[in-house]
């Protein structure tokens, strides 16, 4: 599974961040960046896709 995070729609609240610290981390300009491009833990990235209030997170 292939996780991307829409950087115009991010506004960098760090829910997906608080959710999947292994996947996701916030960079310089404050918005989630995707540390782990392939992921084991589709739940979670999953669960933090769901959870982004603005639906930056794309999974495939
Ligand atoms: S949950 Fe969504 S808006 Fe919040 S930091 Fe993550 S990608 Fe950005």
């Known amino acids: 599974m292939k996780i991307t995070v829409d950087q115009e ?12 610290p292994d996947i996701f981390k ?3 300009a ?3 960046e995707i540390k782990q491009e392939n992921t084991e833990d589709e739940e ?3 669960n933090a896709a769901q959870t982004c ?3 930056a997170i ?3």
């Open 44 to 46: 979670c990235a999953k």
């Open 30 to 32: 404050g918005k989630s």
């Open 9 to 20: 729609k991010c506004i960098g609240c760090g829910a997906c961040v608080s959710i999947c």
């Open 58 to 60: 794309n999974t495939e």
């Open 26 to 28: 916030l960079n310089d």
């Open 53 to 55: 209030p603005v639906n």
